[in-house]
């Protein structure tokens, strides 16, 4: 039995002594994957469709594509105004899940990520794990930003 203390109301108290039974286990089955286990995605709102621009079939552009990923729970997905790389276009930054941190996954820039095909390849490479999981898929190493060097401006 857990007695009260200073600062503690019963009420707490009853809900800690019932945690742990079986009818209060979620059902996992059926729920998507906490956001911690998932890769994450982070985009620039300002330059996301910049690539494409007005050739772009798809209504919504890049975005679109962006937030259907999210939406079939591949990815957390994170709209900055500006991730300060406007030069490139269609900046997304994928990150790695807790599991890929755990495997010494970095987050990986990408400029002018943008199109179907660019997209599915990012799909797929989500699916299996992304950063730190599974290999980086070869149509996405091209546009991967270096970012392991920072930039010094040059002494006047």
């Known amino acids: 039995m857990i007695e009260p203390s200073c600062g ?10 019932n945690v742990g039974t079986v009818d209060q286990v979620p059902d996992r089955s059926t729920t998507p994957p ?20 007005v050739h772009d079939p798809l209504e919504g552009g890049q975005l679109a ?15 900055s105004e500006c991730l300060d790389e406007c030069e490139r276009g269609d900046v997304v930054v994928a990150r790695p899940s807790a599991v890929g941190r755990r495997a010494s996954g970095r987050p990986v820039w990408f400029e002018r990520l943008a199109g179907d095909e660019l997209t599915h390849e990012l799909e797929r490479w989500l699916e299996k794990g992304g950063p730190g999981v599974a290999e980086q898929p070869a149509a996405l190493r091209p546009l991967q ?4 060097q920072p930039e010094i401006p040059p002494a006047e």
């Open 65 to 79: 594509r962006l937030e259907a990923l999210r939406s079939r729970g591949l990815a957390d997905l994170t709209l």
């Open 34 to 53: 906490r956001p911690a286990s998932r890769p994450g995605l982070t985009a620039c709102s300002l330059c996301a469709g910049e690539t494409l621009g």
């Open 145 to 148: 930003i270096d970012r392991s």
């Open 8 to 17: 503690s109301d019963r009420s707490s108290i009853e809900a800690l002594q």
